[in-house]
């Protein structure tokens, strides 16, 4: 029988798709849904996901933890002019609130690298990067033992690194040359293109009978699924593309955020990354040394599959960061 005496949600919230868990007090799942991002009316979705996750045990939910895609406004609990997903603004906290439910936010990224910290890979260690690569890409950041926050909740943007200042691709926030902008599952069919007809490589003779060619002087994307099928495929194009170009871009990004914060531990999580572990494995290896300023952490990828973006979430929840401590009590106030 599963004791009730104090459960705990926690939301994910991606660009494509919404997660949510029901936990108990050990942060054992009891249940889980996953729903596409809305196309409209935001808070009423997400009053409604709690609902249906919790049933009649909502009365035993002692708090709702959020991970969210940014940028956030933390002190109000929104987030704002987030750049992939079908709405671009929304609240976060009130929707929670109205249910009469306590709740504590942070970035996606920043509550999967506290889920790491509190119940995964990371435990025992005291500095943690994670990295999300998947429609976007992004980071959660542990120095010294302590989640890193920033003044508006955005001190883990790493996704906005600049790895092509010679880029002329524009990424969803405006800015030029960003890592997510070149090498996120959302952006990556750009970078594709653009690295093909910088070089030319559908001119030469042997390479117009290409099928990848052939979409492309008909504008067709390839989405990152089709890009990474047709590399395990031999497509010699694709394989160009991904070894010398999005490779030493995953590792120029990881190399800076590691030398910027200087972790023992950097864990991978998102799609793009987890359905292709052994080819960025490779990649990064590869080219990653170059980079680095400092030591060398290890690299993993997440326990928690798909799941890592409710498990940071619920650790919010169960435990609050001392960095967010000063939140709670604005987003809780009767």
Not at 299 to 325: C, E, H, Q, W
Request: proline residues 4%.
């Amino acid at each position: 029988m599963v004791s009730m005496s104090r459960l705990y949600v926690g939301i994910d919230i991606g660009a494509t798709y919404v997660r949510a868990g029901l936990f108990n007090e050990e942060a054992k799942i009891l249940r889980k849904i996953k729903r596409p991002f809305p196309i409209e009316d935001f808070e009423g979705f997400l009053k409604k996901l709690v609902i249906d996750l919790c049933g009649d045990m909502i009365k035993y939910v002692a708090r709702v933890g959020i991970g969210s895609i940014g940028p956030l406004d933390i002190a109000k609990g929104s987030v704002l002019r987030t750049p992939n997903a079908p709405i671009k603004s929304f609240s976060l906290v009130s929707p929670i609130r109205e249910l009469g439910l306590e709740v504590v936010i942070a970035n996606d990224a920043s509550a999967a690298a506290w889920g790491e910290y509190i119940l995964g890979l990371g435990r025992g260690r005291e500095n943690l990067l994670y990295v999300t690569i998947s429609t976007g890409i992004g980071g959660g950041v542990i120095v010294d033992g302590e989640l890193l926050i920033g003044k508006d909740g955005n001190a883990h943007e790493i996704g906005h690194i600049v790895v092509d200042y010679m880029s002329g691709i524009r990424c969803g926030c405006g800015g030029y040359g960003h890592w997510e902008a070149l090498a996120s599952g959302a952006n990556m069919s750009r970078s594709l293109v653009d690295y093909i007809k910088s070089l030319g490589i559908c001119e030469t003779t042997n390479n117009m009978g290409s099928p990848t060619c052939g979409d492309i002087k008909k504008d067709r994307y390839l989405s990152s699924e089709e890009i990474f099928y047709r590399y395990r495929g031999g497509d010699p194009i694709i394989i160009k593309y991904i070894e010398e170009y999005l490779m030493p871009i995953n590792a120029a990004g990881l190399a800076s955020a590691t030398n910027t914060y200087d972790p023992e531990v950097v864990i991978l999580g998102g799609g793009v990354a987890l359905n292709n572990k052994e080819i960025f494995m490779n990649g990064i290896e590869r080219y990653i040394d170059r980079y680095l300023a400092v030591r060398k952490p290890e690299i993993m990828f997440t326990n928690f599959g798909d799941d890592v973006g409710i498990y940071g979430a619920v650790s919010l929840a169960i435990k609050i960061p001392r960095s967010l401590r000063k939140y709670v009590d604005i987003w809780n106030a009767a």
